[in-house]
Each structure stands twice: as structure tokens, then as C-alpha cells.
């Protein structure tokens, strides 16, 4: 069985918030996200997989006493307050929930092809051998050059 069937509504939710343009998604790009994720959780247990669509049904009920409505009822601007207090939950497990799932999320957002074209994104399993000005434009970085044994330049 797939993880986000039975939770589909409140994952688009989540993900709508998390991710502003999918918002205006259509099926297809939707289809292509939740693909994503599912094919990255087919590798988890099953007690992972089932933990995720409990704390996905979680997330839909958490606002009922406060705002009087399930998450998938709330608009855009409260689910963003509401996941904006759970992030900062003092429940290390609450915190660990949305920014595990808002992971997921942007697995599914940014591997799309046409986003990682939009984006720029040229990653390839070959490396920089498979970009054919990869011999001009790869930077020659030293360790000093590169964060951690970072030098400043002499006056």
C-alpha cells in the first residue's frame, strides 16, 4: 500500500505550504511529486512509513481546538502559522515530524525536472565529466579556499 494515499489531502496541504507554487499544481505535477516520495519511503520499514501517515493525520486535527477546523479546512496563511508554531514545538518529535516531512516535500518539489531546469540545476551521476565545458568552467578550489581551513587574503 502506498504512504500517502489514505493521507493524500493533508500532505498537499503540508507541501502547498511548505512550497507556495504548488499552490497552483496540476494533477501531473502532483502525480510526479508524490511518486517521488513514495519511491524514496518504499526503502523505509513499515513502521517509518506508517509513523509518517499518523503524524500526517496529526498535523490535519492538531488546529481543531484552536481554530475550530482540521488543517485541509484552514487557509493558506493559518496552515502557515500553524506549521510555523509546530516547527518550534517544544516536542523535539513534533520539530522532527515537519522538517522530516518538509525534506520529503522538497525531494518531491526539486527533482522534478522542469524545476531543476528552472532552477539552474545540472547535477549528474557522471560528475563534472558530463558537462562537456566541464575542462573551462570547473573551479580549481585548494582547501584554503573552501570554507574550513578558509584564509583571508593579505592586505
Known sequence: MLVLEPVRPIFRTFAAAVVPELRSADPNEWSEIEQEVERALIERPNNVRRQLASFLRLLDWWPLPRHGKRLTKLDSDKVVAVLRTMERHPLLLI????WGLR???????YTRADVAAFIGYRA???GWSARPESARERPSATPQDV?????????
Open 124 to 126: 549528474h551521476r557522471d
Open 95 to 98: 520539530r522532527r515530524g515537519i
Open 103 to 109: 525534506t520529503l516535500v522538497f525531494l518531491g518539489y
Open 147 to 155: 570554507g574550513i581551513i578558509h584564509k583571508r587574503p593579505s592586505a
